[in-house]
């Protein structure tokens, strides 16, 4: 176990993102090719423009999503079907449905954005907000964005949402790491999934080395912690490395570069290159746990002992 205490401190943000609806260049497969969704020509009043979507893959995404395409490719996208609806007062509805290859890809992508809104009931988890809705489900990611607000529109769009949960089976399960994580002051709607180190920064930036050393062998979940009555608020990063030597490995290399800087760096210096201000490391088996801007020591090791019995089931 390694502790660090630094003064002051800064957090890197996570940013929220939006998915630009500009349809652009699509993938080259022939439409030919099956597409598992269909949908009525139209629902209430909303028609749909083509019958067959855009579609779009890794290579391809960055011609329809602008600025966020990077977050579907760490999670290793599959494919992106793009549908548009329209109603006679020209009035949009935008379908994104993504393929993320499985249940814990599908789940990263839901859980990018901050989830606080209302659950529709759609999906393994869901979210509705005025006119937009995003749910997850077996392999995929689903976003509809309405352009407007009225009672007709925000119905369409989980009339909408409805027709491809039922063209979805199965439900998929939520990464195994989740179940590693006391559930006790998690704030459910800070919760990410990230598979390599430029994903992780998007919502928690540790430093600008890769010194977690994340790649494709590797998974990872950031929950933040609220509890009230302790007055605490921290975070919490699990890492599930291909094995415990490699965890070993990340954890000194950590733990030697944190010794490293505190020999040859000032306070200012040192929180500049870290965007923490304490920090508590404890790897076990093959994975790694970072208590993040704790204040009560006591507290942080508790979850560090909760979360290491947890492994051991």
Partial sequence: MYIIKMKGHFVCLSLCFLLSCATMNSTNKSPEEKIRFSFPENVNQWKLEKTLPDRYDAETLYDYIDGNAEVYRSLGVKEVYAYRWLNPQQVEIFMDIFDMGNSASAYGAYHHDIRDQKDIGLGVESEGMNNSLAFWKDRYFISIVGMGDSPELNQTVIELGKIIDRQIPNKGKPPEMVRLLPEKGQVKSHVHYFNDYDLLKVHFFITDENILQLNKD???ILIRYFLPKQDEQFQIILIRYKDKKKALLVNQNFKNLIDKSAKEMNDEERRKKF???????????????????????????????????????
């Fill in 275 to 313: 965007g923490f201000h304490s920090i508590l490391i404890h790897s076990h088996e093959k994975y790694l746990i970072l208590i993040i801007d704790w204040k009560k020591k006591e507290t942080a090791d508790w979850y560090i002992k909760e979360i290491v019995q947890r492994i051991k089931r």
């Fill in 218 to 220: 590797t998974e990872g």
